[in-house]
């Protein structure tokens, strides 16, 4: 079973367009994380959020966690090659509990 | 990354052989997980631990077992191994609570 679902599962863009990624939870949301994957490589943490409304970003990426706790979102501002890879998120959908559950994943690809 | 390393980082074994996968942390943290990734299930925990010799299970911990005698160590055994766990297995630690879990680059195995 998936308790959380990313959509779309494979994403092929434009370099330089914007692009968004979406992470839904069929429980509340108490602590949301994105993650990127190089092919073959490991994660690479990006952000975390923990409070419905919250927003955060770096460098060309947002990602926000809706007032409601239960879906959150991943958007990539004039996408470059470097942005190519697997996003992964993953989420605490117990409160307390001290483990991630991971949606299955989006590959994006970056077509100059 | 830094402060966890996983071994070996590859491995091919025989159906029915039983193998042992190790993570180890320079840290000293409290919680370490051990994952699997596989094409269209993102990453599903297997076990984790909170503390040496506290372990619990994941979602998919039939057929592996783990140990932590020391808080810097913890191992994944396959007992004996299938076809179905070939795999890239991650493991990961948590460095607090306002930072993302940290996970390793990986063992991939095979299993013929």
């Known amino acids: 079973s998936q308790e959380l679902e990313q959509s779309p599962q494979s994403l092929i863009v434009q370099e330089g367009k914007n692009l968004t990624i979406n992470c839904t939870s069929s429980k509340t949301l108490y602590g949301l994380y994105w993650y990127k994957q190089k092919y073959g490589e490991g994660l690479i943490f990006l952000m975390m959020?923990?409070?419905?409304?919250e927003e955060k970003s770096h460098e060309k990426i947002t990602a926000k966690l809706d007032e409601k706790k239960q879906q959150s979102s991943l958007h990539i501002t004039a996408s470059q090659p470097s942005h190519a890879g697997i996003y992964l998120c993953g989420a605490v959908i117990i409160q307390g509990a001290q483990k991630l559950v991971f949606g299955q994943g989006t590959r994006l690809t970056i077509n100059p | 990354d830094a402060g966890i390393t996983q071994s070996p980082r590859h491995k091919v074994t025989e159906t029915g052989t039983p193998v042992t996968l190790r993570c180890h942390q320079t840290?000293?943290?409290?919680?370490m997980y051990w994952y699997r990734q596989d094409p269209g299930h993102g990453l599903r925990l297997i076990h984790y631990?909170?503390?040496?010799?506290?372990?619990d299970k994941g979602e998919v911990s039939d057929g592996y077992s783990v140990s932590r005698s020391k808080t810097e160590d913890f191992l994944l055994t396959l007992e004996s191994a299938t076809s179905s766990q070939t795999s890239v297995y991650f493991c990961a630690i948590r460095p607090g609570t306002v930072y993302g879990y940290t996970f390793g680059s990986g063992t991939r195995l095979t299993v013929v």
């Open positions: 840290e000293n943290h409290r919680y």
């Open positions: 959020l923990q409070k419905g409304g």
């Open positions: 631990s909170y503390g040496v010799k506290d372990t």
